[in-house]
C-alpha cells in the first residue's frame, strides 16, 4: 500500500522503489554482493571498461541486474534493479539509474534457457575474434575446452571437441539486439554464449559461478585464438 496519495499521483518524477532488504545483506554470495565483486574483478581484466558490460544473477523468480552507464568498477548493493521474473514488475528500482540497457537481453536468456546468471562484457578479446571470425568462432583441441559444457548433455566438453560459439551482428542500440539473440540462442542449443560483433560477448550458466568459469575460459581461448591467427596456426586442428 502507498504511504500516502503522494505516491499515487504521477509528478513525472521517478520516485523509485527502495525495499533495500532485498540487496542488504552480508553474505558476500548474494546477488547484490556478488554483482559489485565480480564488475570490480571485470574491470580489472578490462573487461567493464567505461561503463561497457554486466552482469545478472537470478535468485528463484528475482533477477539482479546491474544499472544501465554506471561506473561498473564503483557499484554498490544499493544501486541494483530486482525485478521479478514472473509480473516483469521492478521490486526494487533506484530512483536516481535507468535500468541496464542489457536489461532485455538478460531476460531473453533467462526465459529461453532458465539460466541463473548473465555475463556482458565488452573484452577485447571477444571483439578481435569478431574481426577474425565470420558467423562462428571456432576452436579445438584446446585443454581449456573442457571448461565449458555440453549443455544439451551432462557434462563438458572434451579437449579434442571444437568449440562453436555464433557471432550476431550490432545494433545500434544494445536493447535492440533482443530479437536476433532470441533466434540466435533457439536455433544453438548447445552454446552458451553468443558474441556480437565489434561489440562484445554473452555468457550464461547454470549460476554465477558457473557463468564465471565459462566466460574466463571463453576469454582465454579467444585471447588464444587471435595468437594462433597471428602466427598462421589454424584454430580448429587439421586432422
Ligand atoms: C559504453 S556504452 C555500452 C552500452 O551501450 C552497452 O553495450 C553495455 O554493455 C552496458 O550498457 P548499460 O546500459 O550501461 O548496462
Ligand atoms: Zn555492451
Redesign the pocket.
Known amino acids: 500500500m502507498p504511504c500516502c496519495s503522494c505516491h499515487e499521483i504521477d509528478f513525472g518524477i521517478d520516485v523509485g522503489v527502495d525495499n533495500n532488504h532485498l540487496i542488504a545483506s552480508k553474505d558476500p554470495t548474494h546477488p547484490a554482493n556478488m554483482i559489485c565483486e565480480l564488475c570490480r574483478l571485470f574491470y580489472t581484466n578490462g573487461w567493464?571498461t567505461?561503463?561497457?558490460?554486466?552482469v545478472s544473477i537470478r535468485d528463484a523468480n528475482k533477477a539482479y541486474i546491474?544499472?544501465?552507464?554506471?561506473h561498473?568498477e564503483r557499484m554498490v548493493p544499493s544501486d541494483m534493479f530486482v525485478m521479478d521474473l514472473e509480473s516483469k514488475e521492478y521490486l526494487r528500482k533506484p530512483a536516481k539509474y535507468?535500468?541496464?540497457?542489457?536489461?532485455p537481453l538478460f531476460l531473453d536468456i533467462y526465459n529461453i534457457r532458465d539460466s541463473g546468471a548473465c555475463i556482458?562484457?565488452?573484452s577485447q578479446n571477444a571483439v578481435m575474434v569478431t574481426l577474425l571470425f565470420d558467423k562462428y568462432f571456432e576452436i579445438s583441441s584446446i585443454e581449456q575446452i573442457k571448461a565449458l559444457p555440453k549443455v544439451t548433455e551432462a557434462g563438458n566438453l572434451w579437449y579434442s571437441d571444437k568449440l562453436t560459439i555464433p557471432i550476431l551482428e550490432n545494433t545500434e542500440?544494445?536493447e535492440d539486439l533482443s530479437e536476433s539473440l532470441q533466434q540466435c540462442i533457439k536455433s544453438h542449443p548447445n552454446t552458451t554464449a553468443i558474441l556480437v560483433r565489434r561489440?562484445?560477448i554473452f555468457v550464461w550458466g547454470e549460476n554465477i559461478w558457473k557463468a564465471k568459469v565459462y566466460n574466463e575460459a571463453l576469454d582465454y581461448l579467444m585471447e588464444l585464438a587471435i595468437k594462433m591467427k597471428q602466427f598462421g596456426i589454424p584454430t580448429v586442428k587439421q586432422e
Open positions: 567493464c567505461g561503463t561497457g558490460g554486466g546491474a544499472p544501465s552507464g554506471v561498473k535507468k535500468a541496464s540497457a542489457c536489461t556482458h562484457t565488452h542500440r544494445e561489440h562484445g
